[in-house]
């Protein structure tokens, strides 16, 4: 069975500081790997995913994820982080060719301090 | 990219009662899902709800707790059954687009029960 692993709870950072927030994913294949941001009151969007191709994915409002198969590692940055970020961002693996099933990680709520 | 409507918000409920959560979806989808949301925690998938047919529910769950229907292609509902504290959650739905590769996600709805 898949499962995802983001060992972080709760990160801190300054508004301006880079970030990185792991995510660590069990499968057989290769994986649909997603990152989704739900800031308080809100649904899930999505910031970004990846299928295949280049390891590196953009996504939007400025975050990157890089997808590391021999780590089975699928960790998003973001060069310079905004107070709007603070938010809960999940990362989710789903079967190969498909987004239909997904399973999420606990998720890491991000805090920005100014 | 879809847009995802959920009614009720929030609602607060006495045990012992039923709610039903209705979704809309603005445009055409493959695949509806139903994810739970317990306080602090990640999302669980309780069933994907199936057109015209019984909904397909993950280990856990059963039909006589979280009846779940889907008359046509971009509407469903999911109803909580006999409800006790243990089911406030948030309850979230969600769509496969077309292209089978993102899933959009409703706003939620908060459920609280006494």
């Known amino acids: 069975a898949q499962s995802v692993t983001q060992p972080d709870i709760h990160i801190t950072v300054s508004e301006g500081a880079s970030l990185e927030l792991r995510c660590n994913y069990s499968?057989?294949?290769?994986?649909?790997l997603f990152w989704y941001v739900q800031s308080p009151g809100q649904g899930l969007q999505l910031l970004l995913k990846?299928?295949?191709?280049?390891?590196l994915v953009q996504g939007i409002k400025g975050f990157e994820a890089e997808f590391k198969r021999s780590q089975s590692s699928f960790n998003l940055r973001k060069p310079s982080v905004h107070w709007s970020d603070a938010a809960e961002y999940f990362c989710?693996?789903?079967?190969?060719?498909?987004?239909?099933?997904?399973?999420f990680g606990t998720g890491t709520r991000l805090q920005v301090t100014l | 990219s879809a847009v995802i409507s959920q009614k009720p918000s929030r609602d607060i409920c006495q045990r012992g009662t039923s709610l039903t959560i209705q979704c809309q979806v603005d445009?055409?989808?493959?695949?509806m899902f139903w994810y739970r949301q317990q306080p602090g925690q990640s999302l669980t998938l309780i069933a994907t709800?199936?057109?015209?047919?019984?909904?397909?529910?993950e280990s856990g769950f059963v039909i006589d707790k979280f009846p779940i229907s889907r008359p046509n292609l971009t509407f469903s509902t999911l109803t909580v059954s006999n409800m006790s504290p243990e089911d406030s959650s948030i309850y979230l739905c969600?769509?496969?687009?077309?292209?089978?590769?993102?899933?959009?996600f409703g706003p939620g709805t908060r459920l609280t029960v006494l």
């Open positions: 969600s769509a496969l687009g077309l292209g089978y590769n993102e899933q959009f």
């Open positions: 499968y057989g294949a290769t994986p649909y």
């Open positions: 990846y299928f295949s191709g280049d390891t």
């Open positions: 989710a693996v789903g079967a190969t060719g498909t987004a239909s099933k997904l399973t």
């Open positions: 445009s055409q989808v493959t695949m």
């Open positions: 709800a199936n057109q015209g047919s019984e909904a397909t529910y």
